[in-house]
């Protein structure tokens, strides 16, 4: 089965909705990414987040470990926010790059 | 600002034939990646490495040979192209100085026909 589950597939909103991105893990993780994936296809990180909540600008990450989830928040959308989300997890112990992806979020904002 | 430059950009090969993907990095990241990312699949790691002259195997390696000549080189080869390795090839590096964040390149469109 799939190791990463993320929800919901799509999501559309209008611009200065906020939105809720989920990410599920059926494995034990010893960390975790969020990565953003523009309309043309490149990949930028967002958040290492082993733990906890981090911030940056209108984006939070919350992970929680011992219940195997993450959630990327991002509040007031707006149209370039666009693209596919990404969560991926690493569980080999060893800290690194070699990370399971799950499948996305497409995200859609609309004036 | 960290870098990783990927070539070619894209690419269309022949079945059957030889296909060199090329990945150079400018972080000095010690660990590099190639992932493929096919619609429906998401990204998928097919080889790494931690050091030069070092290559280890990933989730999916069949099909794929890897090589690390240097630590900012790290290149994916395909022997005998086959119609399933269409897809886009991403190469990623990471490292302690840059808290573990994986930086992609930008990626290589490879069709295969």
């Known amino acids: 089965g799939q190791q990463v589950q993320q929800s919901p597939a799509s999501l559309v909103l209008q611009e200065g909705e906020n939105a809720e991105l989920q990410c599920n893990f059926s494995t034990s993780l010893n960390s975790m990414q969020w990565f953003y994936q523009r309309p043309e296809g490149s990949l930028v990180s967002l958040f290492y987040?082993?733990?906890g909540t981090k911030q940056s600008g209108r984006l939070t990450s919350t992970t929680v470990i011992k219940e195997r989830r993450s959630s990327l928040h991002i509040s007031s959308s707006q149209i370039t926010d666009s693209g596919t989300y990404l969560c991926?997890?690493?569980?080999?112990?060893?800290?690194?790059?070699?990370?399971?992806f799950g499948h996305g979020t497409i995200l859609r904002v609309h004036p | 600002e960290a870098a990783v430059t990927q070539s070619p950009r894209s690419k269309v090969a022949v079945t059957g034939g030889k296909v060199t993907l090329s990945c150079h990095q400018t972080n000095n990241h010690d660990y590099m990646y190639w992932y493929r990312q096919d619609t429906g699949h998401g990204l998928r790691l097919i080889h790494y490495s931690y050091v030069a002259d070092s290559t280890e195997k990933g989730d999916i390696p069949d099909g794929y040979k890897a090589s690390r000549p240097s630590q900012e080189n790290f290149s994916l080869i395909l022997e005998l192209a086959s119609l399933s390795q269409t897809a886009v090839y991403f190469c990623a590096s990471s490292g302690l100085n840059s808290g573990n964040t994986l930086y992609f390149g930008e990626g290589s469109r490879l069709i295969v026909v």
């Open positions: 987040n082993p733990s």
């Open positions: 991926a997890m690493d569980n080999t112990g060893a800290n690194t790059g070699k990370l399971t």
